[in-house]
């Protein structure tokens, strides 16, 4: 007569154990409150007692890692799958297994309590509820309790589904746990503030491993886990983490070591301390009427506070918890699965109550094997001696429910004898034995040996490296993965005499800096602005105008010392990349300080840019506007600036594709495109691979179903976050870097230092992202964000569009998806059509010569107008468009002198050549720049070109020179760090940043070594070159 198991739970834990009991030829009942199963992966938008994961919840370890023995995930699911992506998982691993008719949905069970006969017997009654209300009990053989550890929360706080009702709100987060972090992060997208508050702060581990692995993939293997000594792993996981950022300036570094802890898993993270969205304090010392008092004695006002304490575990279904009695969330568990209680049975099983540095999935999988092959007697558990000795050595080495996955696994299939043995492969498989050394450690390679083996498990081990790779098909790159000062002070000094008036057209990023030296060079600033404020492009507008504008959630890519104007560093306590909020503020502080605002008219709009009619003599222009009171009026001005930037008229070139009438969805451009609000639960096309498409597609791809993120060519990704934790431009855009080494280097070397550094990040084919043209021959998208979203899967990399269909669109790769919104990011065009309706300034496919960007080449007789801000740096726009201000206006006063005309259009033809022949051919790359080399050649005009040498015995002297000048620049690393100031670790962060980047930079160098494999034959030429700097 078969026996009998009631199975309380049918999620991660029960579904296995449903699957493992039909394999021993046990009956399984298992009892499921929900009409569903999936348990906490489940997402339940409505409050209920049940744990479920939120809204936008991604699993932290990858397929591969996650799956069960037997059943690995189809190729095409994302390898850290998105809750939805989970569930489909185990249903369809349910209707594989046909496990539904055994699992009894909406059926509470009461109580778990020992049957009268249990000393004799080992059976157990169980009283439960049905759907209809009846209470009944029935006799089973044996139990087993798999609703996890997620029970009742600790120290209850807002209960938290999604960010919905969070809008525009400032709150703290206390925790520092996935959940905390997870929490965090959505928030800080769309509230003013979050504080993120920890008691000891946390180790952060990266989905996006080297080269874009899936860091667990990377992690888990026999190799580094059980044959490395634990020494040695620690210090190299150590060592990579704080590379990512440092975790002390950060304010998140422990006390305890790297693998004393469960750790957090958070790509974003630290992307949003860095820009200030996320600030990092101490614990909370108490509540006041409007917010919180911090352990440092810092108070701060707050809407809301949640709590991500965790949870606390009971047993009081079994015997109104008097038999499993748990104490500070411990009790003493043989495995973490069998109760100390009741060794002498042992057919109560607890399923999934560990806490895994890696997947729980195999694991429970594991421990449902391990239950019903010693139920069975097909394997015998070890004495009860043996075993209490077991549950005492776990709980002094280890304390709670914290297991190491390999050393775990290993120790529950050494039960029933299934662990790998490679040496058993060696000489009949030596590819499979390499396998189950050095590649991660999947459920699968447990199906090898010992009872019900499987014959899929060979396959399954070799093609993890496969399926992982294949759910980032969606793009084919092509490639496989894998000075006379006082002659200036004479005449500026006579031209001050004679007070001159500039027009500047625009009051944003260009317009600033141009009123501010237009000052210093005694030129009286009239400033038109079209809107009620300062700010341009970064006062967000939220309704639709023609007027640009960023989005919400828009964080600047460049850090606030490299994006600094030259005389105004931001404050210590602003984020290093700041949100548009901030940025706003900036710019206003600067307004303030150097009182700008009373030579800007606001909502007055220039209608055109005529030459006056004694222009030949004078080099004067007439300008025509409309006043605030809808008047036309003119004004004679001695010079002008057209300080609008390049953001004017968005580029539907190349867009317009066959079925666009009768596509039923919504095609918008991204200057459309506001925050993520209307576009929840849809899928959408973001097309293009700038800063912009990457930004809307990272969004929605947290609030849609899928984002397809089309483009033509790829581009290089660079993050936010360098080594260290170090802005990655103030790593990059050093003089030695971009100057000294580069002039010695060869172009190729430099090249391929860069490209290996990029690649070592993710495998840019891998994750279809990787362009056919060098590095440096495109403009740089940056984003930390995207390669988790490619490796989540919420972000598929698709080719161009071919053509739309009714319902979706046709790629040029053959494939076709439905999709509610095609969102075009390509770019914008600009023109001149206020300066004398377009005809003096004539612009072709986007380009239009300029010398130095800024002076057009047709008006070069009097060089009386100019546009600041027209390029497309690499680095920072600010100090650029200052700098131009400074040219002009040093070239205006004629305190210095423009080359002559011949040398100004041979200048023009040579950057139109160089630039035509560097960059793929855009109509985005018409305006590129190099921050260092354009501001060395702009600053050369004028003389004031930083030299270091001339420093080292005296003090610099120039043109427009300012005091603080050398204590703005020995104090730029300590403000970048300041902003990081939240929570005091106690442990003073790295501060050799230039060092650091020294070496890490010749260790960066390739040798023609593949990543990952036979790294030896470098050691002794690496070492040689440090030793030789040394020296």
Not at 333 to 356: C, S, W
Not at 408 to 430: N, S
Not at 571 to 590: C, D, E, G, T, V
Not at 808 to 837: A, P
Request: aromatic content about 12%.
């Amino acid at each position: 007569m078969p026996k009998r198991c009631a199975i309380i739970g049918a999620g991660v834990s029960g579904l296995p154990s449903i699957r493992w009991a039909l394999a021993y030829g046990i009956e399984p009942v298992a009892f499921e409150l929900t009409k569903s199963i999936g348990g906490l992966w489940k997402y339940k938008p409505n409050e209920t007692e049940l744990g479920s994961v939120m809204k936008s919840t991604i699993i932290n370890t990858s397929k591969e890692m996650t799956a069960y023995s037997d059943f690995p995930p189809p190729p095409s699911f994302a390898n850290f799958m998105h809750n939805r992506q989970m569930l489909k998982y185990f249903q369809m691993y349910a209707d594989h297994h046909q496990l539904h008719k055994y699992i009894r949905f909406e059926h509470t069970v009461l109580s778990v309590q020992r049957s009268p006969h249990y000393s004799t017997t080992g059976q157990w009654t169980l009283e439960y509820k049905t759907p209809d209300g009846l209470v009944k009990q029935e006799l089973f053989d044996c139990v087993l309790l798999c609703q996890g550890h997620h029970a009742k929360p600790n120290l209850t706080g807002t209960d938290w589904k999604d960010h919905v009702g969070y809008e525009d709100t400032t709150n703290v987060v206390v925790g520092m746990g996935n959940s905390a972090v997870d929490v965090a992060v959505e928030l800080s997208r769309i509230g003013k503030q979050v504080y993120l508050s920890t008691r000891r702060g946390s180790w952060i581990m990266n989905r996006v491993g080297s080269y874009g692995q899936p860091y667990d993939m990377e992690v888990s293997t026999r190799f580094a886990m059980k044959y490395t000594p634990t020494w040695l792993t620690k210090k190299m996981l150590y060592k990579r983490l704080q590379q990512r950022f440092d975790h002390a300036k950060f304010g998140l570094m422990p006390k305890h070591g790297i693998l004393s802890q469960h750790a957090t898993v958070n790509d974003e993270l630290p992307n949003r301390i860095i820009s200030g969205t996320v600030i990092v304090k101490p614990n909370i010392k108490e509540y006041t009427a409007t917010g919180v008092l911090w352990e440092d004695g810092t108070e701060r006002q707050v809407d809301n506070v949640i709590l991500c304490t965790g949870y606390l575990f009971d047993f009081n279904l079994v015997e109104n918890g008097q038999l499993i009695k748990v104490k500070d969330n411990y009790t003493p568990l043989f495995k973490y699965m069998y109760p100390a209680e009741l060794l002498d049975h042992n057919t109560l099983g607890i399923i999934g109550l560990a806490q895994p540095l890696g997947s729980i999935m195999p694991i429970s999988e594991m421990q449902a094997r391990v239950f019903f092959e010693m139920f069975t007697g097909a394997s015998k558990l070890p004495g009860k001696e043996a075993m209490l000795a077991d549950i005492q050595y776990k709980q002094d080495q280890i304390s709670k429910r914290y297991v190491d996955y390999v050393d775990f696994m290993d120790d529950l299939a050494g039960l029933i004898d299934c662990i790998p043995r490679p040496l058993d492969y060696i000489f009949t498989d030596p590819k499979l034995a390499q396998k189950l050394v050095f590649q991660a450690n999947v459920a699968y390679v447990y199906r090898l040996r010992g009872n019900h083996t499987w014959s899929g498990a060979r396959d399954a081990i070799m093609t993890v490296q496969k399926r992982s790779d294949e759910a980032f098909k969606g793009r084919d790159v092509g490639i496989k993965p894998s000075s006379n000062y006082m002659t200036q002070y004479v005449f500026a000094s006579i031209f001050m005499l004679m007070p001159k008036r500039c027009a500047i057209i625009g009051a944003g990023v260009s317009g600033l800096p141009s009123i501010r030296w237009a000052l210093a060079y005694g030129i009286e600033p009239v400033a038109f602005e079209l809107t009620e404020s300062i700010g341009g492009l970064w006062k967000y507008k939220p309704n639709e105008t023609e007027l640009s504008s960023v989005m919400k959630s828009t964080i600047i890519n460049t850090s606030k010392e490299m994006t600094a104007y030259s005389d105004f560093p931001p404050p210590p306590s602003f984020a290093n990349f700041m949100h548009n909020r901030q940025m706003l503020k900036y710019f206003q502080m600067y307004a303030d300080h150097h009182q700008l605002h009373k030579y800007i008219r606001f909502e007055h709009t220039v209608l055109s840019v005529q030459r006056s009619p004694h222009y030949s003599t004078t080099g004067q222009w007439t300008l025509e506007y409309k006043t605030l009171d809808g008047l036309v009026k003119q004004e004679l001005f001695d010079c002008v600036l057209l300080c609008q930037g390049h953001h004017a008229k968005p580029n539907l070139t190349g867009t317009d594709w066959k079925g666009k009438d009768i596509f039923q969805g919504k095609i918008i451009h991204s200057h459309s495109y506001k925050d993520h609000v209307g576009y929840e639960d849809t899928t959408n096309v973001v097309v293009g691979m700038g800063n912009s498409a990457v930004d809307v597609a990272v969004e929605l791809s947290r609030i849609g179903k899928q984002v397809y993120l089309s483009t033509r060519r790829g581009a290089w990704i660079l993050s936010k976050v360098g080594s260290y934790g170090q802005p990655y431009d103030m790593e990059l855009l050093s003089r030695f870097r971009m100057k000294y080494f580069n002039a010695i280097a060869p172009a190729w070397l430099v090249e391929k230092m860069v490209k290996k550094q990029l690649q070592h990040r993710f495998d840019h084919a891998k994750y279809g992202v990787m362009p056919k043209h060098g590095v440096w021959s495109q403009h740089g998208t940056v984003s930390d964000e995207l390669p988790n979203r490619i490796v989540s899967g919420t972000v598929i990399v698709k080719p161009n569009i071919k053509e739309y269909t009714a319902t979706g669109v046709l790629w040029e790769d053959g494939t076709e998806s439905q999709v509610d919104n095609v969102i075009l990011c390509t770019g914008y065009l600009f023109d001149f059509n206020l300066v004398e309706n377009g005809q003096l300034i004539k612009v072709k496919d986007n380009y239009t010569p300029l010398f130095k960007y800024m002076y057009p080449a047709e008006l070069l007789d009097h060089n009386t107008l100019g546009i600041i801000g027209l390029i497309q740096p690499i680095g920072s726009i600010m100090p650029i468009a200052e700098m131009q201000a400074r040219v002009f206006f040093e070239i205006f006063t004629g305190a210095s002198k423009l080359p002559k005309k011949e040398v100004i259009l041979d200048d023009i033809y040579y950057k139109h050549m160089q630039m035509s022949q560097r960059y793929v051919h855009s109509l985005r790359h018409t305006v590129q720049v190099d921050y260092i080399q354009f501001m060395d050649e702009l600053a050369g005009l004028i003389d004031c070109i930083p030299r270091p040498l001339d420093y080292i015995f005296t003090d610099p002297k120039g043109n427009h020179t300012w005091s603080g000048a050398r204590d703005a620049i020995m104090t730029v690393q300590k403000r970048s760090d300041e902003a990081f100031k939240g929570r005091d670790v106690g442990i003073e962060p790295s501060s050799n940043y230039a060092t650091q980047y020294v070496f890490a930079s010749i260790f960066m160098l390739p040798l023609n070594c593949k990543p990952l494999h036979h790294q030896s034959t470098q050691i002794s030429f690496i070492l040689g070159v440090h030793f030789t700097l040394l020296n």
